[in-house]
């Protein structure tokens, strides 16, 4: 099923419905396919096909037409009836339209008389005139009403073949191999939609009720933000760390991968992945007896953004190696993690040591079994009307560890009673464990220091 969904993905073919008489006529059509032809679109059957789509609506004066949803499942094949909130293929997508597009125009079509650009914010193309055009050329405009809609494809295999199709190509990339045994491929929205089956609602509350209370029982929403596993790697096979500002900002697009394939490159760039640990977490919240599914927000790492942490709650799984946005507690906390130059490694720091704790904590990542370390941090949200819990470990164990020892919290629970106020709210704190990895699942999680603010 693998290989015939890479061979789906690389031999789809473009949009074949007929074309109005005077569409090859009209520079913007010509544009867009001399666009799609060009190296930055070789690779993708679906980048084109997106292109044209949008080019084609929009040239029928039909944008009201060109939304998220219609995108999905015009182009992506997506049934009517699905949700973007769980499938934001679209919006992956159009990050990497937007960047191909301006490629080429930096490149080979630098002496384009027009130029394509679809601003963020919407997927309706805008055709701007090219550094060497006549500065009173008209854009032209000509309407009919002549349909050149694509209607998806009725065999339901090759909805499956789509939906997979934008996967890792691990017959091309040989650390493929190695990779799955790290990482999970699946999407993140299986994770909701499975904890969300398995939960329970008639558990007692136990000790972390007043955080899981705190998070999920008010009046705001809360972001359940996992891991950007594909951000990891792209740090790690090119030895960069990269900061949140840089991550915003989508500078992973720009990291060297050597011997890394551009398609696989491409997957990594633009690929949702997580790992099977915040999967787990994942579904592990949503059977608490806690958790409000009208109020809480799946939303991976780079989809967030800094006004959602303004005014909500927000669970960070991951430390800042593969969830940037845990750097945002940095400033308050006595805790935080540093990766070492090249990626080699990384260091939970004690910023004020008290008795008997050291100045810091290191996990030696290439032995099967080792020491490691996990950082969880209750803290208040960036406009200081809600809260932020950020589960940190040195390595996926300790990430788990975190996870656990809340989910399973008798390990804590002196803790979280000790931040329990009188009135039952929960005071911030800090809490940091050690565990031991085996086979990167964790065992024997123990507090070895905490502060209660």
């Known amino acids: 099923?693998?290989?015939?969904?890479?061979?789906?993905?690389?031999?789809?073919?473009?949009?074949?419905?007929?074309?109005?008489?005077?569409?090859?006529?009209?520079?913007?059509?010509?544009?867009?396919?001399?666009?799609?032809?060009?190296?930055?679109?070789?690779?993708?059957?679906?980048?084109?096909?997106?292109?044209?789509?949008?080019?084609?609506?929009?040239?029928?004066?039909?944008?009201?037409?060109?939304?998220?949803?219609?995108?999905?499942?015009?182009?992506?094949?997506?049934?009517?009836?699905?949700?973007?909130?769980?499938?934001?293929?679209?919006?992956?997508?159009?990050?990497?339209?937007?960047?191909?597009?301006?490629?080429?125009?930096?490149?080979?079509?630098?002496?384009?008389?027009?130029?394509?650009?679809?601003?963020?914010?919407?997927?309706?193309?805008?055709?701007?005139?090219?550094?060497?055009?006549?500065?009173?050329?008209?854009?032209?405009?000509?309407?009919?009403?002549?349909?050149?809609?694509?209607?998806?494809?009725?065999?339901?295999?090759?909805?499956?073949?789509?939906?997979?199709?934008?996967?890792?190509?691990?017959?091309?990339?040989?650390?493929?191999?190695?990779?799955?045994?790290?990482?999970?491929?699946?999407?993140?929205?299986?994770?909701?939609?499975?904890?969300?089956?398995?939960?329970?609602s008639n558990q007692s509350p136990g000790p972390a009720h007043p955080l899981w209370a705190a998070l999920f029982q008010g009046p705001a929403n809360t972001y359940i933000v996992p891991a950007d596993a594909g951000f990891n790697l792209l740090e790690d096979l090119s030895h960069r760390p990269l900061a949140l500002a840089?991550?915003?900002?989508?500078?992973?697009?720009?990291?060297?991968?050597?011997?890394?394939?551009?398609?696989?490159?491409?997957?990594?760039?633009?690929?949702?992945?997580?790992?099977f640990v915040d999967l787990q977490t994942v579904a592990a919240l949503a059977r608490l007896p806690e958790y409000n599914p009208e109020r809480v927000l799946l939303r991976f790492p780079r989809d967030l953004r800094i006004d959602d942490l303004k005014h909500s709650n927000a669970v960070l799984i991951g430390s800042v190696g593969s969830n940037p946005w845990a750097a945002i507690v940095e400033n308050d906390a006595n805790f935080r993690i540093v990766y070492g130059q090249g990626m080699e490694g990384a260091t939970i720091l004690n910023a004020h040591p008290e008795p008997g704790e050291a100045v810091s904590y290191i996990s030696q990542w290439n032995v099967s079994a080792h020491e490691t370390f996990a950082l969880i941090a209750f803290l208040p949200n960036l406009g200081g009307n809600g809260r932020l819990l950020v589960l940190q470990g040195l390595d996926v164990a300790g990430t788990q560890a975190a996870a656990e020892a809340l989910t399973h919290p008798d390990t804590i629970a002196p803790i979280l009673r000790r931040a329990t106020r009188p009135d039952g709210s929960l005071r911030c704190f800090e809490i940091l464990l050690r565990s031991t990895s085996i086979e990167s699942n964790s065992a024997g999680t123990q507090v070895i220091a905490s502060r209660i603010y």
């Open 246 to 275: 840089g991550y915003l900002q989508s500078s992973y697009l720009d990291l060297p991968l050597a011997g890394v394939d551009a398609h696989s490159a491409g997957d990594l760039r633009s690929q949702q992945f997580t790992s």
């Open 1 to 200: 099923m693998r290989s015939n969904a890479i061979q789906h993905e690389l031999k789809a073919p473009l949009p074949q419905a007929p074309l109005p008489h005077w569409f090859e006529n009209d520079p913007r059509w010509n544009l867009a396919e001399r666009v799609v032809v060009g190296s930055q679109f070789a690779r993708s059957a679906l980048l084109p096909k997106f292109l044209l789509f949008v080019v084609a609506e929009t040239l029928e004066e039909r944008e009201e037409e060109i939304t998220e949803h219609q995108i999905g499942v015009q182009v992506f094949d997506r049934r009517p009836g699905y949700s973007t909130a769980e499938d934001n293929i679209v919006r992956t997508y159009a990050r990497q339209l937007r960047k191909r597009l301006a490629d080429y125009f930096a490149e080979e079509g630098s002496t384009e008389p027009l130029r394509i650009e679809i601003p963020v914010g919407g997927y309706v193309p805008v055709f701007v005139r090219g550094a060497e055009s006549e500065p009173d050329q008209e854009v032209l405009r000509v309407p009919s009403p002549v349909s050149i809609r694509m209607h998806p494809a009725h065999d339901p295999a090759s909805n499956l073949d789509t939906a997979v199709a934008s996967g890792w190509n691990w017959r091309r990339w040989p650390l493929g191999a190695a990779l799955l045994v790290v990482y999970s491929v699946l999407l993140v929205w299986i994770a909701w939609f499975a904890g969300a089956r398995g939960r329970t």
